[in-house]
């Protein structure tokens, strides 16, 4: 696995990035659709969106 990292870092890749995306993925549907739903109200209350 931290070979596939350094080689995508050495590709350009965000490695930060990929590995929230990898985390991500491993979520169930649902879940990860009630998280962004939730993470959407708070930076809505906080004028960030």
């Known amino acids: 696995m931290k070979e596939t990292y350094a080689e995508a870092k050495a590709l350009g890749?965000?490695?930060?990035?990929?590995?929230?995306?990898v985390?991500?993925?491993?979520?169930?549907?649902?879940?990860?659709?009630?998280?962004e739903m939730v993470r959407d109200l708070y930076l809505h209350a906080l004028g960030e969106i």
């Open 23 to 35: 985390r991500i993925r491993k979520q169930d549907r649902q879940e990860r659709e009630e998280q």
């Open 13 to 21: 890749f965000d490695t930060k990035v990929l590995r929230q995306v």
